[in-house]
């Protein structure tokens, strides 16, 4: 064995529940997430699911975060992501190995911008387009 450290589905047992714990106790994102969600160990689950599909390649997540989070984009606004890598980059570097919790970090990371893209980009009107006006 090569001594390499390997993230296990019991790892994001443990760490989703902790980081969520930290979420719902968080000034800014703690009023939010405790109005959206209605049912946390099912929710807490599902996302279990969600990272066991996206870091161990389970398939056991069959959601759609885009769709699940644009029914809140209103309070979700682009602020919000950052506090949520935030707090995920603390609690991922308490509970896991180094290596691990930079790769959870780099995912989330996409995961968030991909989220971001989805709900909030817009393409801006063409230049020299006539606006009409009644």
Do not use: C
Not at 99 to 104: D, F, P, Q, S, T
Request: proline share 6%; hydrophobic share 50%.
């Amino acid at each position: 064995m090569n001594g390499a450290v390997v993230l296990a589905e019991t790892d994001l047992e443990r760490l989703i529940p902790r980081f969520y714990a930290r979420v719902r106790e968080d000034a800014q994102l703690g009023p939010v997430f405790n109005d959206i969600v209605e049912d946390w160990p099912e929710h807490l689950e599902k996302l279990v699911a969600f990272w066991s599909s996206v870091m161990l390649g389970s398939g056991r997540y069959k959601g759609n975060p885009v769709m699940a989070h644009g029914r809140h984009s209103t309070r979700m606004p682009p602020e919000l992501f950052a506090r949520w890598l935030e707090i995920w980059a603390d609690v991922t570097n308490e509970e896991m190995a180094p290596a691990i919790a930079a790769a959870l970090q780099a995912k989330a990371g996409r995961i968030a911008e991909s989220l971001q893209l989805a709900m909030f980009f817009r393409l801006a009107p063409e230049r020299g387009a006539v606006s009409q006006r009644a």
